[in-house]
């Protein structure tokens, strides 16, 4: 091998060093603007569930219906499917299958169900005004989420809920469609803490960590 080769060779190998200890750049750290989001949004999340009971209690009325999961029963379950009422977007642990995108997106799709759901609802009796409210302000934070990480997918349209006020027959399905909703927005709002804290850890990984 003569020099000229030699020197050739020397520098192809630092160049590839040098790319692949470069730094991550700043993508991998999500911006300010979103961690304050998220911050805000984590802190109005813990509030609707401090709320939750409080707005059961005053709503639902109907013996039988509390949030206790253990008094839940099978009838109650072939009612959700009776009153059309969807269930929210699942959301999982942050990854590479399960990207920030999908996470924000599938958040701001769950907050619009509910507030569509207890829109519908609250049509048909009071109690739900508040509710209403902070779900409005979640899903502003979220957006700003969705802004700041420049968030390109779309929420999925929640069509579905629409289908709730033609169901709502008597003042029992009213009071099973306000139960329902409440438990799974519960259920939701606690995967939305768990998704939230881990967002304000996740830091993709780069290729050079393969």
């Known amino acids: 091998m003569n020099t000229l080769t030699a020197v050739a060779l020397l520098h192809c190998f630092l160049f ?11 993508a991998s750290e999500p911006p300010a603007a979103f961690k304050e989001a998220a911050e805000r949004a984590k802190t109005l999340v813990e509030k609707i569930l401090r709320d939750l009971p409080a707005v059961h209690a005053a ?8 949030l206790d999961p253990s008094t839940e029963t099978t009838n109650l379950q072939l009612m959700v ?9 699942v959301l999982k642990p942050l990854s590479e299958r399960f990207t920030l995108d999908m996470c924000v997106s599938r958040m701001m799709a769950g907050g ?18 508040d509710l209403r409210a ?19 997918s779309d929420s999925p349209d929640q069509n579905q809920r629409l289908d709730l006020a033609s169901r709502l027959h008597g003042n ?6 306000v139960h329902l909703t409440l438990t799974q927005l519960r259920s939701f709002c606690h995967d939305l803490i768990r ?15 393969r």
Request: charged share 15%; glycine share 10%; aromatic share 4%.
């Open 16 to 26: 590839a060093v040098l790319v692949r200890s470069a730094p991550v750049g700043p």
């Open 59 to 66: 709503t639902v009325t109907t013996e039988g219906l509390t």
């Open 81 to 89: 499917t009776s009153l059309g009422i969807p269930a929210a977007p």
């Open 112 to 129: 619009q169900l509910y507030q569509g759901l207890l829109g519908v609802l609250s049509e048909r009796l009071s109690g739900l005004k």
């Open 134 to 152: 902070d779900l409005r302000d979640l899903l502003t934070h979220i957006n700003k989420m969705k802004v700041a990480a420049q968030v390109s």
């Open 172 to 177: 029992y399905e009213v009071q099973v469609g």
């Open 195 to 209: 998704s939230l804290r881990a967002i304000a850890t996740y830091r993709p990984r780069s290729a050079g960590t």
